[in-house]
């Protein structure tokens, strides 16, 4: 396929760049509060417990979704490298730049991902 003129290329290249950076430090600075709750009946009562597994659980979900957004960024550079970007992965045709500006991670056309 061929590059994209109607896309600044080097643009995208750096937005998801930034992105990637940031969903990396916003995962590593709560990596605490993914750890496994303590289960000390002494320190601590069986609320807050469930308060603190709450918590843990709520992290770890959100770092989930950092996580899936983290591998669509990748396959993104990866379609950038190789000049896929910007074409659907199921059908090939272009995808509008508009779709890709409101999510430049966007894989397929609007008909392919109905």
């Not at 990596?31 to 009946?41: F, G, K, N």
């Not at 950092?66 to 059908?91: F, N, P, S, W």
């Amino acid at each position: 396929m061929n590059e994209r003129s109607d896309l600044d290329l080097a643009a995208v290249r750096e937005a998801l760049q930034r992105e990637r950076t940031e969903i990396l430090a916003m995962s590593a600075s709560t990596a605490d509060s993914r750890r496994p709750v303590e289960l000390d009946q002494q320190s601590v009562g069986r609320l807050s417990r469930m308060d603190a597994m709450q918590v843990q659980a709520m992290a770890q979900a959100v770092d989930a979704r950092r996580q899936g957004r983290l591998k669509r960024i990748e396959a993104a550079l990866k379609r950038l490298d190789t000049g896929d970007y910007g074409y659907c992965l199921d059908c090939g045709e272009e995808i509008p730049a508009k779709r890709l500006a409101t999510d430049a991670v966007t894989e397929r056309c609007v008909d392919c991902a109905a």
